[in-house]
């Protein structure tokens, strides 16, 4: 199946740094990937929708100038965590489709201290 | 708004056992319905997709139903090893790719 491969697979940094996290479509191209975030013993939640070449759409409640998405070409999406306070940490999550269904990355587990 | 609700929340059973796992989504305009695996602190795996067409998907000891009128989904896993403890989830998409999760249910096969 389609591979989706997810850097770093964990982060830890101080509090008010900047955190990055690529998601790349490895056999694929992605014209559409999403992000998902997971607090643990909860299920994943979707924060937004990032298209190739136009600006991601944001789901209710996510702060779009805190957590920034680039997605500039068909195989790499990325999410950045601006100005991170510990409530931020979380399991990050990207996922594409192709005509299989989504593949997923391996995740980013991002600690904030 | 879809909602995706997975019972039991917790599962225990011991090795040999047949497992079912049940899931249900409140609007039945649905894509497909997929079933992941996750072990802790990773990420997920697909285990089955079902078309909206489809009434069922096997892949070995996994055979995954969907009721799409009913809003129901249940997986089956017969033959449970200790390898199969993780946490399953279901998830529905929409006719925009959109995935929606159930909470998911935490399998532990005792050996």
């Known amino acids: 199946g389609a591979v989706v491969s997810q850097h770093p697979s964990w982060v830890i940094c101080k509090s008010g740094t900047s955190v990055k996290i690529e998601c790349r479509s490895l056999d694929f191209q992605a014209t559409t990937m999403f992000w998902y975030r997971q607090f643990p013993k909860q299920s994943l939640m979707l924060m937004a929708t990032?298209?190739?070449?136009?600006?991601?759409?944001?789901e209710q409640g996510v702060e779009k100038d805190k957590f920034l998405i680039n997605h500039a070409s068909l195989t790499l999406s990325t999410l950045t965590v601006t100005s991170a306070h510990p409530e931020d940490s979380s399991f990050y999550i990207c996922?594409?489709?192709?005509?299989?269904?989504?593949?997923f990355g391996q995740g980013t587990r991002l600690t904030v201290v | 708004k879809q909602e995706v609700t997975q019972i039991p929340a917790a599962l225990s059973v011991p090795e040999g056992e047949n497992l079912v796992l049940n899931c249900s989504f409140t609007?039945?305009?649905?894509?497909?319905l997929q079933w992941f695996r996750q072990d802790p602190g990773k990420g997920l795996t697909s285990l089955l997709l079902?078309?909206?067409?489809?009434r069922e998907q096997t892949s070995g000891r996994l055979n995954a139903s969907l009721d799409k009128s009913s809003g129901r989904s249940t997986l089956y896993i017969a033959a449970s090893q200790p390898g199969d403890s993780a946490t399953y989830l279901c998830?529905?998409?929409?006719?925009?790719?959109?995935?929606?999760f159930g909470a998911g249910t935490q399998v532990v096969v005792t050996p």
């Open positions: 079902i078309q909206s067409s489809q």
């Open positions: 990032s298209n190739e070449g136009s600006k991601a759409t944001y």
């Open positions: 996922s594409a489709r192709d005509m299989a269904g989504a593949f």
């Open positions: 609007d039945s305009a649905i894509y497909n």
């Open positions: 998830a529905v998409t929409d006719s925009w790719g959109k995935l929606q």
